[in-house]
């Protein structure tokens, strides 16, 4: 089957459409033939599939071990491996993010069918969050490294949902390193004051979203879309009025690796309050908790 794929580059930066397989037919040998065109180009897009819920979880599985939505309550379907989202005139992730990432251990990869779809509009852009961090000046590629962030479920409603990544990640398997902020789930960079976090984080943000880095695709029901998670994020285009429907599997299973430990401790005022000690009071709140975590496993290990 694998050697009737064939891949069409989308842009310069990442993304490919693939044609000659059958999702629903693929076997380890064509899963690890698929995981090599992902590394390579970030984002996959497979028109004309047409999965079967079944289909698609076995096809997920293939990639690791798969989880619904922590916090979305599926909208018809009833599974627990399957994020299902259907929108119409808004309700969808128009800010860009990778998926989950308040968790300690967020999404590794995320493989969506478009069951249903405008005829025009809510097309996804990926970005390419490799070519993002590579293209900054080295002085703050080094600043970025040596920091960390705080993420959390806040639009979910679920703001007390935090973790800390670094702003910097190394990918597991290329070993090129990536930003991993976003402007959904990131709230802080954990070691610089609030003023000087918005200043980085807002540079960040809007930076990797640059055009140059960005692939934009137009839906056709039952195309499914894989792509990396720890290097890329994407964006759904808030322009539609007619019905779009999804099916999500997300493939978890990874914890963010840095290029080494936070370089400086965290900015987070417990003494001296003043009127702006309220911008750490979230940060103040996850390291208290993290101090907490940390004495009680240190006391069940000497127990």
């Known amino acids: 089957?694998?050697?009737?794929?064939?891949?069409?580059?989308?842009?310069?930066?990442?993304?490919?459409?693939?044609?000659?397989?059958?999702?629903?037919?693929?076997?380890?040998?064509?899963?690890?033939?698929?995981?090599?065109?992902?590394?390579?180009?970030?984002?996959?897009?497979?028109?004309?599939?047409?999965?079967s819920v079944e289909e698609h979880v076995a096809f997920g599985r293939h990639f690791g071990e798969?989880?619904?939505?922590?916090?979305?309550?599926?909208?018809?379907?009833?599974?627990?491996?399957?994020?299902?989202?259907?929108?119409?005139?808004?309700?969808?992730?128009?800010e860009w993010h990778s998926d989950i990432t308040f968790r300690d251990e967020p999404s590794v990869l995320s493989i969506l069918h478009m069951l249903k779809c405008p005829d025009v509009g809510g097309d996804t852009l990926w970005a390419n969050m490799y070519r993002a961090y590579e293209a900054l000046s080295a002085p703050l590629q080094e600043l970025c490294e040596g920091l960390t962030a705080l993420h959390d479920a806040a639009p979910h409603g679920k703001p007390e949902d935090m973790s800390v990544h670094p702003v910097v990640r190394v990918h597991p398997v290329t070993g090129r390193?990536?930003?991993?902020?976003?402007?959904?789930?990131?709230?802080?960079?954990?070691?610089?004051?609030?003023?000087?976090?918005?200043?980085?984080?807002?540079?960040?943000?809007?930076?990797?979203?640059?055009?140059?880095?960005?692939?934009?695709?137009?839906?056709?029901?039952?195309?499914?879309?894989?792509?990396?998670?720890?290097?890329?994020?994407?964006?759904?285009?808030?322009?539609?009025?007619?019905?779009?429907?999804?099916?999500?599997?997300?493939?978890?299973?990874?914890?963010?690796?840095?290029v080494g430990p936070p370089r400086w401790a965290p900015y987070a005022r417990a003494e001296n309050p003043a009127a702006t000690s309220r911008y750490d009071l979230q940060l103040n709140r996850f390291l208290g908790r993290r101090a907490t975590t940390l004495e009680s496993n240190r006391k069940r290990e000497d127990a």
């Open 1 to 51: 089957m694998t050697e009737k794929m064939e891949v069409t580059r989308l842009s310069a930066s990442l993304g490919a459409e693939v044609r000659g397989i059958a999702l629903g037919e693929v076997g380890p040998a064509e899963a690890e033939a698929v995981r090599g065109l992902l590394h390579e180009h970030l984002v996959l897009l497979f028109p004309e599939q047409h999965p």
């Open 66 to 94: 798969l989880e619904g939505h922590p916090n979305l309550q599926n909208a018809f379907l009833e599974h627990d491996e399957i994020f299902e989202l259907a929108a119409s005139k808004g309700g969808i992730a128009d």
């Open 177 to 258: 390193k990536s930003l991993f902020v976003n402007e959904h789930f990131t709230r802080r960079i954990v070691e610089l004051s609030h003023r000087e976090s918005e200043l980085l984080l807002g540079y960040l943000t809007r930076w990797l979203a640059s055009a140059r880095f960005t692939v934009r695709y137009r839906w056709r029901p039952g195309t499914v879309a894989m792509w990396d998670n720890r290097c890329t994020q994407h964006f759904v285009l808030n322009d539609f009025d007619a019905e779009r429907v999804i099916q999500r599997v997300t493939v978890m299973g990874d914890r963010p690796e840095g």
